[in-house]
């Protein structure tokens, strides 16, 4: 825990999940010449989720080991364990006794989400294929996204809905056993309402299936397998996207999970790493999985020395060891077609952007401005605040570096969004003043331990 938040226990829930409703903790990155040193990555949020949710659905003993142990995957843990999952810990060892696909019981107390899109969506998936009501709320953040993307499809399986103006949550989902089988075109390119549907699909009869019309993160795909679902794939004609299918009513079995590091976390260290030069770190377990990969390919095509080691699988993911180097960036335009492969990495890419000679434009954006908070303002107004040159469209932005560090001196506003957070106090270690977040607590959703880590490659990162 990054600090200043205050532990607390859900009626339904045995690991404390820290208070959204404590003071702000305010932080500050001071410039620093290099970082050096060796890290791991923590583990990965997405994939630590569904290992929980599957091994919720399965019958016997799953046994995981490196799960993220953040505060999203948290609230995961306790409304599954509100669902009748037995979850225990042992240090690094996570054990989940499932309930079956279609066996959970019926939640006595509202479920309270937190920070996190992921547990929301999935699990409304779950949720809506029970045979009983049950009630989702979160934190400000969280009760500002939207849930009509989810609320929509599962309605048409036969699910009911209340939800606040504008489809928000508070949410009350009234279940039922006896939903029918869909065919869905995503209407935007998520993962999440993805999982959701096809995670409704396996308590349906029959086959359910997912047309997106570009690929996102597969995590759902692959771990339905591991679990042994029948699960077909298609590539949708002309498109970069797959038409996905999952066969209902299979009968899941416990299974052993390595979670692999989080590609998203790893970011933040590579990205301090490329805009100070002299820099030598190596970040090791970082999931390379291609449809989440998308920065990296970026960095490299700026200029960025990073060479993938030691290439292997964890948990079926694709992993390496990845060894950054410091060193002179340029601008690059990104295409439109990348964004679903590192849609949660464009503040920290901006952030890269700032240290690059040129300019680098980012396209097909709109998504960011549904996720924690706006991010395409988040994003404008820190680097607005650090005097870095950019313009921001509907959905797109486009930052001018000079190859030069930029002003800093900044305090920018984090909004409940550990990325925003993270990504700026990277910017700071470069900048030629400190660079401050408003509140750096909600780093801890997807990055406890951030601060210890990137201080111990050389980082100077503080209370302010
Ligand atoms: O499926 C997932 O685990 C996620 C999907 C993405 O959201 P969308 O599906 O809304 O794009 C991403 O932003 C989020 O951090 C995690
Ligand atoms: C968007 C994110 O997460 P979630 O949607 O789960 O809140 C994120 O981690 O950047």
Redesign the pocket.
Known sequence: MVGGRRAVFLPFSREPVLSASTAPLKLIAHPVARLTGKVRAPGD?SVSHRALMFGALAMGETVITGLLQGE?VLCTAAALRALGADISREQDVWRVRGFGVGGGREPDDVLDLG?????ARLLSGILASHPFTSFMTGDASLRRRPMQRVIEPLSRMGARFQSREGGRMPLAIVGTDEMVPIEYRLPVASA?VKSCILLAGLNTAGETTVIEPQATRDHTERMLRHFGAEVREAPVEGGHGKRITVVGWPELKARKIAVPGDP?SAAFAVVAACIRPDSDVLIENVGINPLRAGLYTTLVEMGADITFENRREVGGEPVADLHVRGGGLTGVEVPADRAPTMI?EYPILAVAAAFAEGTTRMLGLAELRA??SDRLSSVAAGLAANGVQHEVGAESLTVHGTGASPAGGGLVKTHLD??IAMSFLVLGLGTREPVAVDDGSPIDT?FPGFMTQMNGLGAKIEAA
């Open positions: 949020k999203d920070n996190s899109g992921t547990s999440q998203s949660d996720k924690e550990h990325r997807s």
